[in-house]
Nanobody, 124 residues
Framework: QVQLVESGGGLVQAGGSLRLSCAAS????????MGWFRQAPGKEREFVAA????????YYADSMKGRFTISRDNAKNTVYLQMNSLEPEDTAVYYC?????????????????WGQGTQVTVSS
């Protein structure tokens, strides 16, 4: 079993920045992708970003390109999401996800494990 614990959420004004972190513990895989999803009130959960084990491959939802950056530190089993130029539309619960293997399946929402989520609120 894998546990994912997110941190770094909070309240920020429009145009501001936040950095989310997600630490993985428990069972480990030799190769796994990690990523972020979000769910706004009244909406379905949507893909935000994903990163391969090596960090060489990253994927973003179109609306996040240029504003969000995903990265990881395998020594710490941690993935990060740097969010800049935040907009009120970015308000959501952000979830960390992990999938054994490559990131493309994760991008499609096929995660093996999910975190509990962290709230991000962007005020106008």
């Amino acid at each position: 079993q894998v546990q994912l614990v997110e941190s770094g959420g909070g309240l920020v004004q429009a145009g501001g920045s936040l950095r989310l972190s997600c630490a993985a513990s428990g069972r480990t895989f030799a190769n796994y992708a990690m990523g972020w999803f979000r769910q706004a009130p009244g909406k379905e959960r949507e893909f935000v970003a994903a990163i391969s084990w090596s960090g060489a491959s990253t994927y973003y939802a179109d609306s996040m390109k240029g504003r969000f950056t995903i990265s990881r530190d395998n020594a710490k089993n941690t993935v990060y999401l740097q969010m800049n130029s935040l907009e009120p539309e970015d308000t959501a619960v952000y979830y960390c996800a992990l999938k054994a293997g490559g990131p493309l399946g994760l991008k499609a929402g096929r995660a093996d494990y999910w975190g509990q989520g962290t709230q991000v609120t962007v005020s106008s």
